[in-house]
């Protein structure tokens, strides 16, 4: 099966920045057998973008909890270095759709990116006590995004984090950048500014 894979707004920014932008995306929230998989999600199950829409098609639902159950494989590092290098990818989004639900899924995405120098990884997460003092690849960008059970662990004024914003106007007021249609205006990789907006949608 396709491991990587890009969404409308993946296949946007890759137009935008001519670079090859693919995600990886495995289940949202919970698998069909109850796993929780975003340990630290709060309110923001309520309105998941990623539990409704095109995600939750009977023929994409299951694509998601797949590639979730192959993240738990042996070989998962294996086959993820194979498709990368025959996607000839660029940047690489972890989860447009699921999060970090382990330490050890974490260190499988590390041997990954080390694996994979010439690559940049990025990942907007809420499990955010996973990452809080562990030595995270130089070309590994983690986001840490508002709406978890733990916000108080983000540190505003030094983490690079993402808050939801109901307008452009009200976003560029807080003095956030804009992700809503070049993803990697999120990253270190293009911005030096560490408050990350994005509009409701």
């Not at 499990?127 to 070309?139: E, Q, R, Y």
């Not at 984090?161 to 249609?181: D, M, P, R, T």
């Amino acid at each position: 099966m396709e491991l990587l894979t890009q969404n409308t707004k993946l296949k946007s920014t890759s137009k935008i920045i001519g670079k090859r932008v693919f995600n990886f995306g495995i289940t949202a929230y919970k698998s069909i057998t109850g796993k929780i998989i975003c340990p630290f999600a709060d309110k923001c199950v309520k309105y998941c973008y990623a539990q409704k829409g095109a995600y939750s098609w009977s023929n994409v639902k299951p694509a998601f909890e797949k590639r979730y159950e192959i993240t738990k494989q042996d070989n998962f590092i294996e086959l993820m270095n194979k498709e990368i290098k025959r996607k000839k990818v660029d940047f690489l989004r972890v989860h447009d759709s699921g999060d970090f639900y382990s330490n050890a899924y974490i260190q499988k995405w590390f041997k990954i990116a080390n694996q994979n120098p010439n690559v940049n990884f990025y990942a907007y997460t809420k499990s955010i006590p996973l990452f809080k003092g562990l030595a995270i690849p130089k070309n590994f960008d983690i986001i840490f995004s508002e709406g978890s059970k733990v916000d108080e662990l983000i540190n505003v004024k030094t983490d690079r984090h993402a808050k939801i914003f109901n307008s452009v106007e009200e976003l560029e007021k807080a003095g956030y950048i804009n992700a809503s249609k070049n993803d990697l205006n999120a990253t270190k990789f293009f911005t030096n500014n560490h408050k990350v907006g994005l509009v409701y949608h």
